[in-house]
């Protein structure tokens, strides 16, 4: 009777050491697919111009929000990133207010085909202000940056609510930034919000003067937005969904 209750007692604890073994596996295949299914973008941010002291201030932003929703942000101002093996890891790539001539030939072709493959773009405020002699960037971000007055509080007119970058805008939005002048503006662009330059001293860009708007362009999705310059940008929770919004249209969804 003995060696049996032993046996049995051996068999119990076998048996639960099994269960424990495959409870823990089963936690382990869990927490691995909720990895793999996490979106990752990328945040770029190299200037060869003008560089504004709000960088710090959106990289931090960035990175928060993305804790919040649950996307990897990676930081860079390596243009290096820009290969084909790297960049396909990245469900957006954001372009932070860089400036002028960040990207050699090799890595435009790779962020070219990039898009090309599906990915996603979103730029901020000074992306228009970057890759002057590259004609595909031109079409992509949606305009060249041209000029612009001294900061100041200005009126924005929301034309399109149903995106995910403005269904929590007020119709007229009152913010203070820097007020981009724009030129060579893809006419295919999808505008979602226009600048009402009655509002304020120094628009050149008359009664059309969009500035934030989508598109789909060779194979991917891209969303830019001229707001971003302040710091106090990076702290203001209208533009911060804003922002993160567009993010979200450029990641795919």
């Not at 034309?159 to 007229?172: A, F, N, Q």
């Not at 503006?185 to 059309?208: F, H, M, R, T």
């Amino acid at each position: 009777m003995k060696t049996k209750s032993i046996l049995y007692t051996l068999l119990v604890l076998l048996t639960c050491g099994a269960l424990s073994c495959s409870s823990e596996a089963s936690e382990q295949e869990t927490a691995t697919e909720s990895a793999q299914q996490q979106k990752r973008i990328l945040v770029f941010s190299k200037t060869a111009g003008f560089r504004h002291k709000s960088i710090p201030a959106g990289k931090a932003a960035l990175l928060q929000l993305g804790q919040e929703h649950n996307v990897t942000v990676d930081t860079t101002e390596n243009a290096a990133y820009f290969t084909a093996d790297s960049l396909k890891k990245y469900a957006a790539v954001v372009f932070l207010n860089t400036t002028k001539d960040v990207l050699d030939e090799a890595q435009q072709e790779a962020f070219k085909q990039y898009i090309q493959s599906g990915g996603g773009f979103a730029g901020v405020h000074a992306a228009s202000d970057t890759e002057y002699d590259w004609p595909w960037y031109n079409q992509l971000v949606g305009a060249y940056f041209t000029s612009h007055p001294e900061v100041q509080q200005a009126a924005i007119d929301v034309l399109d609510k149903d995106h995910l970058s403005t269904s929590h805008l007020p119709d007229r939005w009152e913010h203070t930034d820097e007020w981009y002048n724009f030129k060579s503006i893809n006419p295919k662009v999808q505008v979602l919000a226009n600048l009402d330059e009655s509002s304020y001293k120094g628009g050149e860009n008359g009664e059309n003067h969009p500035i934030a708007w989508y598109h789909e362009f060779d194979g991917g999705r891209a969303f830019y937005t001229a707001l971003g310059h302040t710091e106090e940008s990076y702290s203001d929770t209208l533009f911060l969904r804003h922002m993160w919004g567009g993010i979200r249209y450029a990641m795919g969804e």
